[in-house]
């Protein structure tokens, strides 16, 4: 969900990977590019921009969650609808909630259910669901009267029911939890991985390793798929992995790691006041007034920005810095 909050005495922009300024500092907010357009805000209502910074959609909107498979959920008078490229409702405003497009579904409510709307505005599934997560690999994770479990692509219950939790499939795999033992299962619901050490575990996209909680232990570290500890769990917070980097917080201050062959260690000191993950081979991150874009050897770009949001389509959007 993209709302607007920032000083609204600088204005942002967007610069490319070199810090080339592509759009001029002149929104009072910009988010991420999605199908080649931007949100933006204006008098705290959100329209669309493309590359250019040229206005394709006047600002009207309350909230949005960004274009993707070329449409975009976005908030009126309280209500979801989905817009297409040109602004027109495709979708009229009718939920409560709505999730982007994934894998031609959307996730939606109505009152106090969730079910899954086509492009079109059909029902794959009509709302019955007590939560409901989007698609991701050819199933849903959802819950139902307390049960949880996966739906297929028609909407039928893949696999066991879960007691406890479920979570989205990840790289063929997904994060279960069954009688308060969290499993890993493959897409053929087949027990891979069986951790009983840990009472909180979320997988990293695409490197292998899941961020865990040991029982009896409040810290967070990393393990891989068999539960083998490569970075002790003794951080305050811990982050995804993403292009081979992640990121660790002790007491206010973060650091960023780097896995190599399954070797996670610490790359940067403790010294950001905030940090994003990285995208197309950077991320940023705030150190002291400023923040800056790190790359992957732990190199701080000299660039400096009142804020700024990580890279999509090439573009960053960044506010202007003002001492």
């Known amino acids: 969900m993209i709302l607007i909050a920032s000083n609204k005495k600088m204005k942002w922009g967007a610069v490319d990977a070199g810090m080339e300024l592509q759009i001029p500092y002149k929104f009072d907010w910009l988010g991420n590019f999605g199908n080649g357009l931007a949100p933006f805000s204006e008098k705290s209502k959100l329209g669309f921009c493309n590359e250019k910074g040229e206005l394709i959609i006047s600002p009207k909107y309350d909230e949005c969650m960004g274009f993707k ?21 495709v979708i009229p405003p009718r939920f409560q909630m709505a999730e982007p497009f994934f894998e031609g579904k959307a996730c939606v409510k109505i009152g106090a259910k969730y079910g899954y709307v086509y492009p079109d ?70 027990t891979k991985s069986t951790l009983p050490e840990f009472d909180w575990v979320s997988l990293s996209a695409k490197d292998g390793l899941i961020m865990v909680s040991k029982k009896g232990n409040n810290g967070y570290g990393y393990a891989d798929l068999q539960g083998q500890i490569v970075l002790e769990p003794e951080f305050d917070e811990a982050l995804a992995f993403n292009e081979g980097c992640a990121a660790v917080r002790k007491w206010t201050s973060w650091a960023f790691v780097g896995a190599r062959q399954m070797k996670v260690k610490i790359i940067t000191n403790f010294q950001f006041d905030n940090i994003q993950i990285f995208k197309e081979g950077l991320a940023v991150c705030k150190l002291k007034t400023a923040y800056h874009f790190i790359n992957a050897d732990g190199n701080i770009l000299t660039e400096r920005f009142s804020n700024a949001q990580c890279f999509q389509s090439g573009l960053a959007p960044v506010q202007e810095y003002r001492k």
């Open 69 to 89: 498979d070329g449409l975009c959920a976005v908030a009126e008078g309280g209500l979801y609808g989905f817009i297409d490229a040109t602004g027109k409702y």
């Open 121 to 190: 505005g059909s029902w794959m599934l009509e709302p019955s669901l007590d939560g409901a997560n989007s698609f991701s690999e050819g199933f849903a994770a959802v819950r139902k009267e307390g049960g949880f479990f996966f739906i297929d692509a028609n909407g039928k219950q893949s696999g066991p029911l879960f007691d406890d939790e479920c979570k989205s499939f990840t790289s063929g795999m997904a994060l279960c939890q069954l009688n308060g033992v969290w499993l890993i299962v493959d897409n053929n619901f087949n």
